[in-house]
């Protein structure tokens, strides 16, 4: 059974900086892609940074500039470095695997920013 778990998710104040990390357990043979996703209070879940296996990276909008994606592809585990954090990235962040016949995702970690 593959499973996905995160960690790293606290409070922070705004301006500070949070790294999260998600390692992938179990019996995954091609991991096609890795990432990040985050769902705030009353919002649908939304892309925050993408790295597909040839080494390609997407973000969304409102974290370009601001958070980096990485992958020890060795290890099976995803980063994702925030800077200049906001009170708007408050959310649950999720991280996303997607092998050859299907999609995995953990079960988040909070994040949460204060002014």
């Known amino acids: 059974q593959v499973q996905l778990v995160e960690s790293g998710g606290v409070l922070v104040q705004a301006g500070g900086s949070l790294r999260l990390s998600c390692a992938v357990s179990?019996?995954?043979?091609?991991?096609?892609?890795m990432g990040w996703y985050r769902q705030a209070p009353g919002k649908h879940r939304q892309l925050v940074a993408v790295?597909?296996?040839?080494?390609?990276?997407s973000y969304g909008d409102s974290v370009k500039g601001r958070f980096t994606i990485t992958t020890d592809n060795d290890k099976k585990t995803v980063y994702l470095q925030m800077n200049s954090l906001k009170p708007e990235d408050t959310a649950v962040y999720y991280c996303?695997?997607?092998?050859?016949?299907?999609?995995?995702w953990g079960q988040g970690t909070q994040v949460t920013v204060s002014s």
């Open positions: 179990g019996s995954i043979f091609s991991i096609n892609a």
């Open positions: 996303y695997v997607r092998g050859d016949l299907a999609d995995f």
């Open positions: 790295a597909t296996s040839d080494g390609s990276t």
